[in-house]
């Protein structure tokens, strides 16, 4: 992807804040992309942090506009770039590859990778949306988190990071030239048959609710997670409403 303009740095706290930061002082192209080494204060969804390894790891964030797309259609630029994450993995062939709701990549059942989209709007449209994305790649050990992996410790291989990142670039563009081309259903059903654990019994929980079997039976299309419990009853649940556990 030559049109792509990569901005590398040797360390920085946050690759997304440093690209919001850059987007207040000049005008970006899609597809700016601040690729480090060394993040120091990484983060995932509802707060959490994202450890990675300095030169183990592909931690990057990218910069795309958008033309005529709802607020309510922001879900699927989520889903696209999961899925960009997910083609990436399957062409490198990491094994046993699945998306956990929202947008986790897991192999094997331990997550390898994961993704943050932090959304501008204006009116009742989506402007822009920098999409942070840390790769495990080559890591051998995850001290004190049991449910983490690498894409080395998943294949056995060890891999070249530049070239992960030229897969992943492409894959992004490949994906979110459908959410530009409005080509959602066929997004949304790409995305809910390469769920983690769909269609089996897993364990989940709410503020409300002790933890509960139920059937994971895919996601809306507004992005609300849907499961199914003994009695065949179906609910939705947002993000912050509940917890997955393994």
Known sequence: ?????????????????????????????????????????????????????????????????FEGLQISQQWYVSMAVSLAVFYTLKHLKIPEISIKWPNDIMSRSKKCCGILIENTTKGTHLDSAIIGIGINVNEMQFKNLPLASSLRLASGNSFDISLVLEVLLLQLKIQLTRVENQDFEAIFNSYNQDLFRLDTVAVFSTNTKVPFNAILRGVTKSGLLVLENEASQRDTYNLKEIKYHF
């Open 1 to 65: 992807m030559s049109l792509v303009n990569i901005i590398k740095l040797s360390a920085t706290p946050s690759t997304n804040t440093y690209l919001k930061d850059l987007a207040k002082t000049c005008f970006l192209k899609d597809y700016t992309v601040v690729v480090t080494s060394k993040q120091t204060k990484g983060r995932g969804q509802v707060d959490a942090q994202w450890h990675s390894q300095p030169n183990n790891s592909l931690t990057l964030s990218v910069f795309k506009r």
